[in-house]
Every structure is written in structure tokens, then in C-alpha cells.
């Protein structure tokens, strides 16, 4: 019997057939897990390492290069992308899918750490992080001066002012700011009354480093020659 047969002579048998698959999918789509930002675990790790007072090209050679050999050759690796800057080295490892995540970050430890008493000796403790979804900004702003303000001033006003409102926002976790200018203070060794006490240039920087322990310091090129 042709099924438009069933419909005119069983109208009601039909109509139940359309009800009972309207409950079925409105349980279904009721009991489907539903949310607006997800969960997900990616096998991406990212390794800062920093070198106070290199340029770039230090970073790359030095740094940089060195962690790449090493990290390229571990198991399940796809892809590894690096960037030098002044300063510090930023190495993106990214394995497959299959690799568990906490055992990602594990594997890239254990290699930084074989290569570390091989790196310069000026060169910082290295900084991971786990790639994560979750940690992404939802929200970026930018702010300019109309010219009132130079970029070191419109920065502290953004870290005085701002980042504090923000982080009084409830559901806020962090508040990052970039660009503008950092304050820097450039001291000056003055060689004749180094001499004249007989204190090195190495000796003075030392005791800024002492005296400074949470800064970050950098020797000019010829800091140390007397």
C-alpha cells in the first residue's frame, strides 16, 4: 500500500508518527552537551627563553637555533615555528593530534633542560606554556593619544588607570597590555672613579644586579673593558 494510501486512511496513526519524532528530537537536542566556549586540549607548547642584552641575531644563533635542533628531533613533533627578538627566544612546538597534551609539555621540558648548560651562560630560565583555548582574550582593545601624551606616559596611564578597573570587572581573569614604551633607566659607569677606587666595570654591574635582583639588567657592548 502506497505510503500517501496510509496517510489518507490512517490520519491519526500519522499524526503520532510526527509527534513521536518531534519528542524524540527535542530530547535529543536537550540532552545534547551544549557549550558557548568548549574545552579544548591542543598539543601546542610554547618555550620562552630569555638572553638580556642580545640583539636578535645573538638570540637566533645562540638560542634559538640550539632548542630547534634539539626539540625537532622528539617523537610526534608536526611543526615548530621560532621567533628572535631582542632579548628573548619564543619556540612554538606543535605535535600531532595523538599527543596527549600533558605529556607534550613533559617531552619539552626534559629536552630544554639537556640543552640549557650548553646555551650562554647570561641566559635566563626558560618559561612554558601550554597551549590553551580557554586562556584566549575574548576581548582586545586599543587606545591612542590625540597627541597629549607621549607613548611611555599613555602606557602608565593605561596601567594605572585601566588595567585595574578591568580587573575589578567580575568574570575577568587577566588584563594584558602591549606596546607603548617601558621606562629604562641607562646608568653610566664613570671609568676614572672606578679606577680611582679600584672597582672594575664588572664589579659595578654586579653590584646594580644585587642590588636590583627583579630587574632585568643588560650590559652595553664594551661594558666591561677597562
Given amino acids: 500500500m502506497p505510503i500517501s494510501d496510509?496517510?489518507?486512511?490512517?490520519?491519526?496513526?500519522?499524526?503520532?508518527?510526527?509527534?513521536?519524532?518531534?519528542?524524540?528530537?527535542?530530547?535529543a537536542y536537550s540532552s545534547r552537551p551544549v557549550e558557548l566556549f568548549p574545552s579544548i586540549s591542543v598539543p601546542v607548547v610554547v618555550v620562552a627563553v630569555p638572553y638580556p642584552g642580545a640583539g636578535p641575531?645573538?638570540?637566533?644563533?645562540?638560542v634559538t637555533r640550539p632548542l630547534e635542533e634539539t626539540l625537532n628531533t622528539m617523537a610526534g613533533v608536526d611543526q615548530i615555528t621560532s621567533t628572535s627578538s631582542e632579548g628573548?627566544?619564543?619556540?612554538?612546538?606543535?605535535?600531532?593530534?595523538?599527543?596527549?597534551?600533558?605529556q607534550a609539555i613533559q617531552n619539552v621540558r626534559e629536552r630544554v633542560s639537556g640543552v640549557m648548560p650548553r646555551l650562554p651562560s647570561d641566559v635566563g630560565d626558560p618559561t612554558f606554556f601550554q597551549f590553551d583555548l580557554d586562556s584566549f582574550p575574548v576581548l582586545q582593545?586599543?587606545?591612542?593619544?590625540?597627541?597629549?601624551?607621549?607613548?611611555?606616559?599613555?602606557?602608565?596611564?593605561?596601567?594605572?588607570?585601566?588595567?585595574?578597573?578591568?580587573?575589578?570587572?567580575?568574570?575577568?581573569?587577566?588584563?594584558?597590555?602591549?606596546?607603548?614604551?617601558?621606562?629604562q633607566i641607562n646608568v653610566q659607569l664613570d671609568l676614572a672613579r672606578l679606577q680611582a677606587n679600584q672597582v672594575s666595570p664588572a664589579q659595578g654591574i654586579g653590584a646594580l644586579h644585587r642590588a636590583n635582583p627583579?630587574?632585568?639588567?643588560?650590559?652595553?657592548?664594551?661594558?666591561?673593558?677597562?
Fill in 88 to 102: 628573548i627566544a619564543q619556540i612554538q612546538v606543535q605535535f600531532v593530534e595523538s599527543v596527549d597534551p600533558n
Fill in 214 to 226: 627583579n630587574l632585568g639588567l643588560a650590559k652595553q657592548p664594551g661594558a666591561n673593558k677597562t
Fill in 6 to 27: 496510509v496517510a489518507i486512511n490512517q490520519p491519526v496513526f500519522i499524526t503520532m508518527l510526527m509527534l513521536l519524532a518531534v519528542v524524540i528530537g527535542l530530547l
Fill in 141 to 183: 582593545a586599543a587606545i591612542a593619544s590625540d597627541g597629549s601624551l607621549s607613548p611611555l606616559e599613555l602606557r602608565e596611564l593605561i596601567e594605572d588607570v585601566f588595567v585595574p578597573s578591568l580587573q575589578r570587572v567580575e568574570g575577568v581573569g587577566d588584563v594584558q597590555v602591549n606596546g607603548g614604551q617601558v621606562r
Fill in 57 to 62: 641575531e645573538s638570540v637566533a644563533d645562540q
